[in-house]
């Protein structure tokens, strides 16, 4: 029996004292139950994504006349890239669909807390596809709850509970169940068989429409120390062809582009705009006072400009410095000067300048 949610088996032999054998392929990842020891109870999501995929190769192994017998979350194996296989058919009842006769092994086999009822009292001509119904509700109710649907202290109290009580409903264990899922899991751990689903299929249908969110998942493992490749050492050759062939044409534009921008930032608008004619640029103003002395005998005229913010535009024009010179000290002026204009010194006269005006 082959299918991709089912362990593959490569080759199978038998040892020179009659030991029998099977290569299986390699598995990376880990069991849920391993899983579900680590981190307690799983995800609704991460339960059903599970449940639907052993259901797809259950149905193909009924198919086929083989009964697991033993689905567990030991059996069920969570790989790396988000797929589960169900592994160990080696408690599995093969059926001869021609002729109806069951091949068995002899007495009870399986796991106690997983077993059907029917299978836990020992009747095993009743053991069929609905037992490994039964045991994936309850690989569901120990993975959403964490606990198993039977309690006891001993295995032979495990097989009588298991062959004599119902299961609990889920949801009194775990409220977050919705309710559709926690249907399909009671209706699969119904005590009487007739009351269970027909086979995998159908139950594998009424999960996916109970459960219509994506179930894809994946438990990543950190990867052991041990088997982390082993680091080769390269050669200089190999350096030089690992350098070129990091190295990209178009890399060297990465470093050149933003320098562009930022002396074109540098020379835009604002740093090309020229100042009205004759007046200063705004970086040329000062927040200091600006004194202007007339030549007279007797007054100097002193003005002080408005001080100018360091925040006026560059487009705008600077506002203008008016003297408030007298008309009085302009007339005096002008007389002193033989009625020409006085010069505006922009800086103030010398202590020597004012007493050769004076006299």
């Not at 391993?34 to 999501?45: D, F, I, Q, S, Y």
């Not at 299929?201 to 493992?221: C, G």
């Amino acid at each position: 029996m082959r299918h991709p949610n089912a362990v593959a088996v490569l080759d199978d032999g038998e040892e020179p004292d009659g030991t029998a054998f099977l290569v299986m392929e390699l598995l990376e990842g880990r069991s849920l139950a391993k899983l579900l020891g680590e981190r307690g109870a799983l995800t609704v999501c991460e339960v059903v994504a599970a449940a639907l995929s052993i259901l797809e190769v259950l149905a193909a192994a009924h198919d086929n006349g083989v009964v697991h017998r033993d689905v567990k979350p030991g059996n069920i194996f969570a790989t790396v890239d988000g797929r589960f296989k169900l592994l160990d058919f080696g408690v599995a009842q093969v059926a001869d669909l021609a002729s109806g006769v069951v091949t068995q092994t002899g007495g009870t086999l399986g796991t106690p807390a997983f077993m059907a009822p029917e299978q836990a009292a020992g009747r095993l001509s009743e053991v069929d596809a609905l037992t490994d119904i039964w045991a994936v509700g309850a690989t569901m109710f120990q993975l959403l709850t964490n606990r198993l649907v039977h309690q006891a202290s001993s295995r032979n109290g495990m097989i009588v509970a298991a062959a004599t009580v119902s299961a609990p409903p889920i949801r009194s264990l775990a409220p977050n169940v919705p309710i559709q899922v926690a249907h399909v899991i009671e209706r699969a751990l119904a005590f009487e068989r007739c009351e269970r689903w027909p086979n995998a299929r159908a139950m594998h249908l009424a999960l996916r429409t109970a459960y219509r969110e994506p179930t894809q998942v994946a438990f990543v493992e950190p990867l052991d120390p041990e088997t982390v490749p082993e680091q080769r050492p390269t050669s200089a050759g190999d350096k030089k062809q690992v350098q070129r062939a990091r190295f990209k044409p178009w890399q060297p534009l990465l470093i050149i582009a933003p320098l562009l921008l930022g002396v074109l930032a540098l020379l835009g608008p604002r740093g090309r705009t020229p100042s009205a004619k004759g007046t200063p640029p705004a970086s040329a103003l000062v927040t200091r006072p600006v004194t202007i002395f007339a030549a007279t005998s007797s007054v100097a005229a002193q003005v002080s400009s408005a001080k100018v913010l360091d925040t006026i535009a560059p487009t705008k024009t600077p506002p203008k410095v008016e003297s408030k010179v007298t008309p009085g000290a302009l007339s005096v002026a002008r007389r002193a000067s033989g009625n020409k204009p006085a010069s505006v010194p922009l800086t103030p006269p010398t202590d020597d300048d004012l007493l050769d005006r004076r006299k």
